[in-house]
Antibody
Framework: QVQLQESGPGLVKPSGTLSLTCAVSGGSISTPNWWTWLRQPPGKGLEWIGEIYHSGNTNYNPSLKSRVTISVDKSKNQFSLQLNSVTAADTAVYYC?????????????WGQGTLVTVSS | ETVMTQSPATLSVSPGERATLSCRASQSVSNNLAWYQHKPGKAPRLLIFDASTRATGVPARFSGSGSGTEFTLTISSLQSEDFAVYYCQQYYDWPPYTFGQGTKLEIK
């Protein structure tokens, strides 16, 4: 059973950088899946941030592209999110998830989510 | 970007009854649509993909239908554990993948 677990600071200062890591267990990150970051601001819906393949190929949400970097560390079986120049609007529960490249559409495994608050 | 609109925002249904949730896309997404169940403090759970295929382990009381721009999630006989927020998501027109704003299914 694949499991994903987010980790990182729960509080980030405005104009700073949000950094989160998603550890993947129960399976290799070097499989035909897109490893994904999403978020949900308080009281709002889900927003897709971007994704990475184990080869390092990435796709980003155009609305966030200028501030986002997603990277993968195959040796640690994990992938990471960096979001620069954060504001209060970036306060959200951040989720990592898996999108299979074949057979299954959507996101079939998710982490529990981690709340990140942007505040001074 | 494809905008997904769910209705109603809140649906009140009694246990044992049928619930019907709707999702509309601003342009055709073919059958590239998924449904998720989300409970507070938990990870979202994939229920349906390709508009009508149940994900592994999902009970048969959950069914999805539709194609193009109109989709429906039906829960045939509501159990207590089914009360949650449900989201639809398209994966036809990306980036970005987009979600509906959710339907809260509450106990009547």
């Amino acid at each position: 059973q694949v499991q994903l677990q987010e980790s990182g600071p729960g509080l980030v200062k405005p104009s700073g950088t949000l950094s989160l890591t998603c550890a993947v267990s129960g399976g290799s990150i070097s499989t035909p899946n897109w490893w994904t970051w999403l978020r949900q601001p308080p009281g709002k819906g889900l927003e897709w941030i971007g994704e990475i393949y184990h080869s390092g190929n990435t796709n980003y949400n155009p609305s966030l592209k200028s501030r986002v970097t997603i990277s993968v560390d195959k040796s640690k079986n994990q992938f990471s999110l960096q979001l620069n120049s954060v504001t209060a609007a970036d306060t959200a529960v951040y989720y990592c998830a898996r999108a299979p490249n074949v057979d299954v559409g959507g996101f079939d495994y998710w982490g529990q989510g981690t709340l990140v608050t942007v505040s001074s | 970007e494809t905008v997904m609109t769910q209705s109603p925002a809140t649906l009140s249904v009694s246990p044992g009854e049928r619930a019907t949730l709707s999702c509309r896309a601003s342009q055709s997404v073919s059958n590239n649509l998924a449904w998720y169940q989300h409970k507070p403090g938990k990870a979202p759970r994939l229920l349906i993909f390709d508009a009508s295929t149940r994900a592994t382990g999902v009970p048969a009381r959950f069914s999805g239908s539709g194609s193009g721009t109109e989709f429906t999630l039906t829960i045939s006989s509501l159990q207590s554990e089914d009360f949650a927020v449900y989201y639809c998501q398209q994966y036809y027109d990306w980036p970005p993948y987009t979600f509906g704003q959710g339907t809260k299914l509450e106990i009547k």
